[in-house]
């Protein structure tokens, strides 16, 4: 009896690993279509994050500064970052505008006397003299007034720019002069950058120049994440040593961090019509490239192909594919061909495909 149960037993496992063996377990696998699209061939270039509002602000007036915005404040234009001490420019400005007062004084009084002496030479009772010399002072008083007034209004340009405004919204990344230093004209005091308008620099190969246009979107990436840039400048100025010309590219300011290095798809040849499949469908070994179509009998189909040009996620293939078949894009590099399959993309698992070929 024992020698016989130990039979059976023996033979249940060995049709069990038959089963295994030939697939007799559907496998788990996700999907996606082949499909007919417009692919060109690419390079990655590598660009950098900078902000097209980006300045150092100098000093343009000599004193000391009683205060400076903190490193990491966020400013709005025409807000104030520095201050110079301007006691000695507001008693100037005094001073210029007392004189140009006194110079509107005389010449009102000159104005009156000329009228005056006009009225009496009319009259025969007034030396034609005395009304030309009143008449030449009156001239004199109104260009004396001409200097008092330029010379106010360059003290009130220098009152106005003893305090360094923020050319643009931003926030300050850098402080060159501490509160309580001097600084010259033309000293450098405070570095304010718009965080809000970022574009990539990125330099290609000359021979690329001709498929990039102004406008269009191009894909960026760095280590951290992905995404897409719209061409805003084509600098079709080639560097004779490195045969590379200048892209600057605007990305959205709220993905990406100034500074950021990141790499930029740049196409290098026309677009052409091809057969695209994901680029997790290529199981690549030894004997070549192939993909694995699920049949219309729910089973995998080892079929070789030939990779092609690639962008993005998609990946040009050349074999016996057409477009709708159903190639598996995950699970595939367990699959052995004629296994059978069950797809689940994401939810509930599925035991037909969405097309079927092959069969």
């Given at each position: 009896m024992k020698l016989f149960l130990k039979a059976i037993f023996c033979v249940c496992s060995l049709t069990g690993t038959i089963a295994l063996a030939q697939g007799g377990f559907p496998?788990?696998?996700?999907?996606?279509?082949?499909?007919?699209?417009?692919?060109?061939?690419?390079?990655k270039v590598p660009g950098t994050i900078l902000s097209r509002d980006d300045a150092r602000l100098a000093a343009e007036v000599a004193g000391n500064f009683v205060s400076i915005a903190e490193v990491g404040t966020r400013v709005a234009k025409d807000a104030v970052l520095a201050k110079i001490e301007d006691a000695l420019l507001l008693q100037q400005q005094k001073e210029n505008e007392g004189l140009v007062a006194s110079q509107k004084a005389r010449i009102a009084f000159l104005e009156r006397e000329v009228e005056?002496?006009?009225?009496?030479?009319?009259?025969n009772n007034a030396a034609?003299?005395?009304?030309?010399?009143?008449?030449?002072?009156?001239s004199v008083a109104r260009s004396e007034l001409r200097v008092a007034s330029a010379r106010l209004a360059q003290i009130q340009i220098g009152v106005y720019k003893s305090s360094i405004r923020a050319p643009f919204a931003g926030r300050v990344t850098e402080r060159f002069i501490n509160p309580g230093e001097r600084a010259s004209v033309g000293d450098e005091v405070v570095r304010v950058v718009n965080?809000?308008?970022?574009?990539?620099?990125?330099?290609?190969?000359?021979?690329?120049?001709?498929?990039?246009?102004e406008g269009s979107t191009i894909p960026v990436a760095s280590e951290r994440q992905a995404g897409d840039g719209t061409i805003r400048a084509i600098v079709p100025y080639g560097d004779s040593r490195s045969h590379m010309f200048e892209v600057r590219i605007d990305v959205p300011a709220a993905d990406w961090i100034i500074g950021e290095s990141v790499r930029v798809q740049v196409p290098t040849a026309t677009a052409q019509q091809v057969l695209a499949v994901p680029r997790d469908a290529l199981v690549l070994r030894a004997d070549g490239a192939a993909v694995f179509r699920v049949t219309g009998e729910n089973k995998a189909?080892?079929?070789?192909?030939?990779?092609?040009?690639?962008?993005?996620?998609?990946?040009?293939?050349i074999?016996?594919?057409?477009?709708?078949?159903?190639?598996?894009?995950?699970?595939?590099?367990?699959?052995?061909?004629?296994?059978?399959?069950?797809?689940?993309?994401?939810?509930?698992?599925t035991a037909g495909s969405s097309s079927a070929a092959g069969s």
């Open positions: 496998a788990p696998v996700e999907v996606a279509t082949a499909e007919l699209t417009q692919l060109a061939p690419q390079i005056r002496l006009r009225r009496l030479a009319a009259q034609r003299s005395l009304l030309d010399q009143t008449e030449s002072d009156l965080l809000d308008r970022l574009e990539v620099v990125a330099r290609a190969p000359l021979n690329a120049v001709s498929f990039l246009k189909e080892r079929i070789s192909v030939q990779p092609g040009v690639g962008d993005g996620e998609l990946i040009a293939i074999g016996d594919i057409q477009e709708g078949d159903t190639v598996v894009i995950r699970g595939a590099e367990r699959l052995r061909p004629g296994q059978d399959v069950m797809i689940n993309n994401g939810g509930a698992p």
